[in-house]
Every structure is written in C-alpha cells, then in structure tokens.
C-alpha cells in the first residue's frame, strides 16, 4: 500500500502491517495507508480474515497530536475506517504489544478479537490532553469492558496492563512469543470454525456495579473536581450516551464533544506542554547522539527528607544506592521514613506486597564517605549552606572514582563555586529535586559553566529512567523556579504589610487553579527555611537595599512561628487546617509602621494576582534574555511541574501569551509609578520591551 501500512498476503489471510517508526503513530499518511489496505482486503474476496499488526517495537502507540492544532483538522477519515473495520464480514484480528494508546488502542477495539504480549498496556490518555478519545473509543470501550471500568480509565487516563485487560474483557488472549504469530493462528482457527466478525458495537454497555444515579453522580464528581478541565464532564456523557443510544448516536456525541474540547484553550494549553515535554531534551550544544555514562550504582549524601526521597526514586528503578549520613540515628531515622513511605504504598495497592522489602535491599545505609567510592553518581543533599556544600564538594571531589558524576541537590546556590570546589568542574552539576523528591515530576538540572556535554546528556537521559521531567537551567541564584519565585514571595509579603490577609492572598492565587497559595504553600515548607534562604542571599550580597524586603517571613521566624509544623505561620493551624490568625495582622501593621508603608483597605483580588504574578513572568523573561533557561515552554514545564501551576494554563509563560504581552507590560508600568521602583522591582525586562514593541508572543519563540 505505501512505506507506512503494506498489505501482505498469508496464505488465506491478510496481514495489514503497519510501519511508522518509532511508536507507530497515526500520521495523516498512516491514517490513508490504513484505509487503502482496507479497501484493498475488501476487494480482494479469497482473504478470509485479517490481522492487524505493527513492525518495531510497538503496536500504534496513538494519534499524531500535532495534527491537533490543524484548523480543518477531523477524525473522520480515520473513523470511517474504523466502522469500515468493524463492519467487516470476515474476522479481524489485532496482534497488541509495546504501549497500545489512544488511536492504537481504538484501532484494537474496532476489530473483532484481540490478541496480546504479556508486558502490553493499554489505555485511553486523551483526557491528560485536554481532549476525549475522538475515534470512537468513548463509544466502544465501554461496549467491552463496562461502563465503570471505561470510565475509570478514561477519566484517570491510566493504562492497563495486558492481565487487567484480559479479565475486563479487553484482550482476549495473552501470548508469549511472536504476537503476530499468534494472530495469524487465531484468525485461520476462527477460520477453521467458520466462526464470524465479533462486532464491538453490537455489544451492550455493561452497567454491573453501578447504582442508578451512576451517571449523575459521576458527572458531578467531574464539575467539582475537574470542572476547568474540558474533557472530565464531556467524557462522562459520551459514555452515558454509549449506554443509552445506539453506536452511530454515540458516535455523533462524541464526534461533537471531541470538537469542543480540541479547540479549548485548556486543551491548547496541555497539549503545548506535550510538546515542551519532549523539546526539554533538546540541549544546546549536546548533539542527541552525544554519549552518556553508564549509572549502575548511586551514592546519597544525607537521609534526611529530601536525601531519603531522592534515594527512593533510584531504588523504583531497580538502582542500588548508598545512603551517607553523619550519625547513625540520622540514618536510621531517614532510612524509617522510606520504609514508611514504600509501606503506605503497599498498603493503598499502589504497589505489591514484597515490594517494600525488594526496593528497601536496594538501599545501602553507612557512615562512612569512602562507601560512595564506587559510585557511578553521587548527589548531595544536605543542609542548604554555601559554606557546607562547599566542605562536601571537596570532599566528594576527594572520594568519588574517576568519571563520577557529582551533582548536588542545592535550590538557590552558586553550582560553579561548588564545581570549582570539587575539583571535578566537567563532572559535576546541580540536580534540584523538587519536595517531596519521590513524588515531584521536576528535575531542574543545573547546568555549570564547564559541564561536560556527555554528562549533561547521562543526567537528562537518566531523569527519563527515574521518571522525572527534565528542564535544563544554567547557573543564576534559584535557577529558573526559584529565582521567579522570589518575587511572587516579595510581592505576597508587602501585600500582607499593605493590608491584605493571608487568607484573601491565598484565595485570589487559587482562582488562578494553583492548588495553594503563597502563605499557605510557605507554612506547609517551613516559614524557618523560607526565612533562612533570605538570610544567606543577603549574605552573599544578593538583596535589594530595601529593609522592608521579606520583612513578614523573617519577623515568622523570629518569633518561632514556622509554619504548620509548630502549628502556627501565616495561618495557626487546628491540625493540618489553617485558621486565620489575628496575630499576623498585628505584626503586619507593626511592620507597615516600622518601614513606612501605607495600610489600605481597597487591595482587590485583581491587585493580588497581577502584582504576584506579572512580575514573576517579567523575571521568566529576563531568565531567557540571559540565556538562563533556553526556551519559554522549558519555564512552564519548571512551575506546572514543580510548583502546581495548573497544566489547564498551559504554565506562567503561556498564560502570559493569553493575558497579553502588551497588557502586562503596562500593568508593570502602572505599579512602577503608583507605587514606586526605587528598587527596580517593576523596571520591564528588555526582552519583554522588545516584544511589546515587535508584537510578539512567547509562543513565537525562538524570535527571529
């Protein structure tokens, strides 16, 4: 038929092959390939059955999501061909192996029986996209596995594997070997017995473990918890109308449902970070094919709660790893709260039994530095103190083999002194794990002035492996989250001096979809550590002269109020809620007083999110203008992945491009002069100017 899907004669049978390198997915010229062969096996009346299967290393792993954005783009092609599948009067066969997602997984359901390897998943993720399965799945996935089932799927966007498939009536076989040739035995015996196309869409919607109001209920589970995600309710009807009508009427609600949620904004959005995902991996300066090193073995320097979570994400891979601590009671202590942590897992289900124990022989405790001497990398994680972490780097410098790679944990500091202290500069780099290390997606890895390229490639490869989503930062104070945190934190602080609570700051900020604010998020990291951060850049000279400046976090610390953990902040806290405090505005009144700050009591929610947010994306700009981090979509990636920013939003720098480049620009100028810029906290990044100027959006980026 075509490079892409070739038809092949086998014996009695034809065997539709597809061959889209690497994960086969539905390009427009796979989509026609597919519905030539159809044609062709259709006329072609001494085949007596079908197999569907694909070459490499996985079935159709889905749809080509950059067709997506496409402003005539339509499922129909690729759905017509699927009902022409389905309505086949001779057997078709899918031979499943690799990841069988969306579009792949719908071309499974369209025909009649399927066939899979052992280790295949299956699922319908769309919905982590903004969007709802367009090509039929909403309508027979449900046919064959139950309405709760496919929506539970279809909601989370999990895969399944292959037995879970099996037992929900998914996959009809599981076979070892040559799927494929599995397939081609299932058709000829089907043959053999005369046996007929099993048509998913004449198949009843199972309702088995539902109550009446299933629909209702469900659908109000989705407006209140997903409700600014356009895909959750939508998907709820599509299966209600696959259990209620018809397939062709099911089909004509989803086709509609689909098409609103494409063209939304949300849907725009996440799938922008789709693409950033992977373009994150593209480093300037490190060709693709650049050579990595093997990471066979792990050292961790420290167990406390960020040394224990990153050792964690190791072990999942089935990595050993030495833990190093500086007493024992430390160690144990750190090493308790891992087991802890893999315990609660096993017993939620999230994962088997003897897993805990597996994972937990993985991870070698010690004393002693020169344990970590035949490690292949070792990261740093202790105390967030320039004059420490230098200590350790020499002393890593020192002990690591040759070739080690040496990274430290550090948030805000200096990655070149530490390099330099090493020893080890090519070899060493900052990987900031974000809290909690074994949950947070983010790995901000810091790249230093003399980095060697293979080493950046080993840790930006190795993030894949440990499950994390990589963003490359060169070498400033916070790299690219913290350094464009620090303002939103500058401006939550003179709002509270200026009047406003914690709780209306928090509470105008989660409008925005961020699942806290910035008091709330403070007092649950630990207003002490907040507190102590400030402190040591003032140290290095790092601080504006302003002495107003962070005032209210450090007065909370002063006065022993660090948060939820000693039970009051910003908040004080009845167990983990946070109440409002009458305490804190007295504090902050006493502060207006002592800097001169004028209280007022007309700051409204608008003034709280453009006076937090416009000034952390002008620093998003001044970090490009630098070179600092080398693309807008890498930025977004920093806060949807490590600081909640809501993925529907698509990340600071998109929500800049939708808010309007121009209009933030003249909201920056607007508090310059009401408020004054003395210390050029409102001044415009160039390359914000430059954009105003030359019309341009983030989203133009690289500009030419």
Known sequence: MSDLVSLERHGALGVLRINNPPVNALSPGVVEGIKAAVESFEADTALRALVVCAQGRTFVAGGDISEFDKPDFTTEPFNSTLNRIENLERPVVAALFGTVLGGGLELAMACHYRVAAPSTRLGLPEVLLGILPGSHGTQRLPRLVG???ALDMMLSGRPIDAGKARAAGLVDEIVEGDVTAAAIRLAEDLIARGAGPRRTGERKVSMEGTDPDFFQKAFAEASTKKGAYPAPQRIVKCVEAAATLPLTEGQAVEARLFEECRVSPQSFAMRKLFFAERAATKIPGVPADAPT???KKVGVLGAGTMGGGIAMNFANANIPVVIVETSKEALDRGLGIVRKNYDASAAKGKMQPDEPARRMALLTGSLDYQDLADCDLVIEAVFENLDIKKQVARRLGEV???GAIIASNTSTLDVNILAQESGRAPNFLGMHFFSPANVMR??????GDKTAPDVLNTIVKLAKTIGKVPVVSGVCYGFIGNRMLESYLREADFLMMEGA????????????GLPMGPCRMLDLAGLDVAAKVVIERGKVGGLPNDPAYRAVVQKMMDMG?????TGAGYYRYDGRTPVTDPEVEKVCIELAKQFGIARRTDITDEEIIERCLYPLINEGARILEEGISYRPSDIDLVWVNGYGFPDYRGGPMHMADTIGIRKIAERLDHYASTRGNQHGYWSKAGLLSTMCERQLRFGDWPFK
């Open 147 to 149: 309405a709760k089932t």
């Open 293 to 295: 090193h093997p990471i």
């Open 400 to 402: 690591c083999k040759a």
């Open 442 to 447: 983010l790995l901000e890895i810091v790249r």
């Open 501 to 512: 609570s914690p709780a209306q700051i928090d509470k105008a900020i989660q409008s925005l």
């Open 561 to 565: 109020r660090f948060g939820q953990k």
